[in-house]
């Protein structure tokens, strides 16, 4: 990263590795480091999401080098370390998310798949499809049954139900012989996922997994042997997760759901006791001490403490990318890491910005812990796949006072306001001697221009020149424009109907031109009828006779069938042929 | 000083004493290469993680080295600079095998560089590359570049590739850096 002398002595952060081309595209929450091997250097896990379609990885760095990589069978959602057991040496288990398993890898190893237990299924569905087995009922009516089910069943169908439905008549036949054998079933999906230590506060105790479910639940799983602890049911979808205390004391789930609230859930509690309504989609969720800070869509940033009162909002200058907690446990440090559009990291604790760091790209994932033997670093993946490690310095000390920029640089800039000569002050003195003869003759002027504006007005109506029409039953609108150099030019009218609801018919469109000089095809025609406020272009040709380069105006006059004098009038200057005259 | 060790000291039986400061980041090996260096019958097996710091002793030819064995430990670094008074020259030793925190290895040296009981004194500096034998070192000149040794200017420094687990290049590194505190004496 090129930065002055100046800049270098007082960045915080020590480059430490860029790789734009890691080709590593993932978000916060498939990243997670931990000391996999127990041997005291922490490793990165990063689930990489690939195309999206295809090239799922699990990805294992250690330093500044990928060490292991594993396929996975499907989008992760999420990425955890955590212990499982309290077997020696304590190397943590890694947690993959991905549909409605939990992949758990041991020493880099799959070791076991946890699957959701499967939701209960509409028993009329169920039946339906039992008569479809023993070939009871046809296509259509199985379609017409499954969609009564769909708008008053009070259990929605499962997936294949569904599916069923989006089916083009022909392809039902097929679709039926294929599945009817199997049994039916309806799955959810893993949103999002935490860990919540069971009953020690220590780093490296034993944690369950806390899993957001697409069903909109929160189920709390036991280590050791995967089975659903607790469940509470959310009014949403939980998307965000943050989790503290210990299982079997007491702890607190923070989730932030795709309804735009955000729920606080107790240990004693089957239903969420706070809700934070925001005003807009969460985009990141981190809780600081006992507050939490929410970054929303509309680039702002608020805190709220866990009762749902309102902190503070701080206002963003670009979109937020993602966010993290960044936690210097040796130095006492708490702040929120905010990974901007612009390609900026800012840096707030509490509500002040204490650091703003440039980055090569738009950073997608933060992640802040000990990495190898660091304990502060900060890894970054980028939009363009690329991985960013950051070291604090040793030395860094974060002020405390925010460091952004007081007033804007534009109230500094002188105004534009222009200079006075002599000739102003010499007018200024003539007008104070002469003020009353100035008046006067001015008063004058302003009476005859009035009148000779009164009278071509007049006149303008009589003959309807005007290419707008002053009528109040028939508004409508004209204009003329010419195209080509000639000697054959293209001539569009546009005309409009002004009028609000009122269509416009039998309409007519004459030309008056000087029959030596120009030829229109079509001189008298009839307009379509015009609805109020489209533009219909009118397209005629001229061609130019002359070969002399004379030019001359054309008048297009707009007609009602029945009277003779015109609605509106265009005149078209026609522009010299620039071609040979066509003889 | 008592009249006996004058004595020896002409006789040249009492060699000279030095105090050297051995820094680094942890985990790069500088327990081990003073415990490689000190005579055979005083080596120990294991070595653990240093807390705080330690001092060692041992003789080459012609010199009687005194080491300060700092801890590198990120909480313990703070402590380096109250022993810079003491220091007639500075071991530095680098995991080369750490590509990630070379970055926080350089901070560290600059940092040292720049203290004022460091900087206007010519003392001199041996860097050991570290861990050679480990797959994905890096070449001693590859750690130099990427230090910026040759920024160095007002101070004698050289660099040795180490492996201090079998003692390769450590002798070089002494000998060039008691070859460096004799020309400092005469």
């Not at chain 1, 430490?16 to 990243?31: G, K, M």
């Not at chain 1, 499907?74 to 077997?87: C, I, Q, R, S």
């Not at chain 1, 199997?182 to 944690?207: F, G, H, W, Y």
């Not at chain 1, 002399?548 to 265009?570: E, N, W, Y």
Request: net charge positive; charged share 25%; with cysteine.
């Amino acid at each position: 990263m090129a930065e002055g002398g100046e800049n270098e002595a007082h960045a915080k952060w020590l480059d430490a590795h860029y790789d734009p081309v890691a080709n590593l595209f993932t978000f916060s929450s498939c990243v997670a480091l931990a000391d996999l091997q127990g041997d005291g250097e922490n490793k990165l896990v990063v689930g990489d999401l690939g195309t999206g379609l295809y090239n799922m990885k699990l990805k294992v760095y250690k330093g500044t080098s990928m060490v292991s990589e594993h396929t996975l069978i499907d989008l992760p959602t999420g990425v955890l370390a955590f212990l499982m057991d309290t077997n020696e040496p304590r190397t943590p288990a890694v947690a993959v998310a991905s549909g409605p398993y939990i992949y758990i890898y041991k020493n880099l190893r799959p070791y076991f798949k946890f699957t959701l237990p499967p939701l209960e299924v509409n028993s009329v569905e169920q039946d339906v499809w039992n008569q479809v087995k023993e070939d009871k009922i046809d296509p259509l009516t199985l379609k017409e049954m499954l969609e009564s089910l769909r708008d008053k069943g009070d259990v929605p169908l499962s997936v294949r139900s569904l599916r069923y439905l989006m089916l083009e008549p022909h392809e039902m036949e097929p679709f039926v012989n294929l599945h009817k054998l199997q049994p039916i079933k309806r799955q959810t999906v893993i949103a999002c996922m935490a860990t919540l230590n069971k009953n020690m506060v220590d780093e490296d105790a034993v944690s369950c997994l806390v899993i957001g479910t697409e069903n909109m639940e929160i189920c709390i799983l036991d280590p050791e042997a995967f089975t659903i602890q607790a469940k509470v049911n959310l009014p949403s979808v939980p998307v965000f997760l943050d989790v503290s205390g210990q299982f079997d004391v007491e702890f607190r789930i923070i989730v932030a759901c795709r309804n735009g609230n955000i729920y606080v859930i107790r240990r004693d509690l089957k239903r969420p006791r706070h809700c934070i309504e925001l005003n807009c989609q969460p985009v990141g969720l981190v809780r600081v001490n006992k507050n939490i800070v929410v970054g929303c869509g509309k680039e702002t940033l608020h805190s709220y403490t866990q009762k749902g009162k309102k902190l503070w909002t701080v206002y963003l200058p670009a979109p937020i990318m993602t966010m993290g907690l960044m936690d210097h446990k040796s130095r006492g440090l708490q702040a929120v890491l905010v990974a901007l559009g612009n390609s900026e990291i800012h840096l707030y604790r509490d509500k002040n910005l204490i650091n703003v760091t440039k980055t090569q790209d738009v950073v997608t994932s933060l992640c802040f812990g000990k990495y190898g033997r660091e304990d502060g670093t900060l890894i970054m993946t980028t939009k363009g796949g690329g991985l960013i490690i950051k070291i604090l310095k040793r030395t860094a000390i974060f002020e405390g006072k925010d460091t952004s920029p007081g007033p804007p640089l534009a109230q500094s800039i002188k105004l534009n306001v222009p200079k006075k000569t002599k000739l102003y002050v010499d007018q200024t003195l003539r007008e104070r001697e002469n003020a009353v003869a100035m008046h006067r003759t001015f008063q004058t002027d302003l009476c005859r221009l009035r009148l000779s504006a009164a009278r071509a007005y007049a006149k303008a109506l009589e003959t309807s020149l005007a290419p707008v029409s002053a009528d109040l039953a028939q508004p409508l609108k004209l204009n003329a424009t010419v195209q080509g150099i000639g000697p054959s030019f293209k001539l569009t009218l546009n005309v409009q109907n002004m009028s609000a609801t009122r269509p416009v018919i039998d309409l007519l469109i004459s030309f008056l031109y000087d029959e030596s000089l120009y030829s229109i095809k079509r001189s008298f025609f009839k307009v379509p009828m015009l609805v109020p406020g489209l533009i219909y272009p009118i397209e005629t040709f001229v061609q130019c006779l002359s070969d002399r380069g004379i030019s001359d105006t054309i008048k297009v006059f707009v007609l009602r069938v029945g009277t003779c004098s015109p609605l509106l009038t265009a005149h078209v200057n026609m522009p010299v042929s620039e071609g040979l005259a066509v003889g | 000083m008592g009249l006996f060790d004058k004595l020896a000291g002409w006789l040249g039986l009492k060699k000279k004493e030095v105090h050297v400061l051995c820094l680094g980041l942890d985990n790069s090996g500088k327990t081990t290469i003073i415990n490689y260096l000190k005579p055979s019958n005083a080596q120990v097996q294991d070595i653990v993680p240093t807390i705080g710091f330690s001092i060692e002793n041992f003789k080459t030819s012609g010199l009687s080295f005194t080491v300060f064995d700092m801890s590198g430990q990120g909480r313990y670094r703070n402590l380096w600079e109250h022993y810079y008074k003491e220091g007639q020259a500075i071991i530095f030793v680098i995991d080369s095998s750490d590509k990630l925190r070379m970055v926080v290895a350089k901070e560290e040296l600059d940092t040292l560089l720049n203290h004022p009981d460091i900087k206007h004194r010519r003392i001199p500096i041996l860097f050991f590359a570290n861990k050679m034998d480990l797959r994905d070192a890096l070449s001693s000149v590859k750690v130099s570049q990427m230090l910026r040794l040759e920024n160095i200017k007002d101070k004698a420094w050289h660099i040795c590739a180490s492996d201090a687990i079998k003692g390769e290049g450590l002798q070089e590194g002494v000998d060039w850096l008691q070859d460096q505190i004799k020309a400092m004496k005469t």
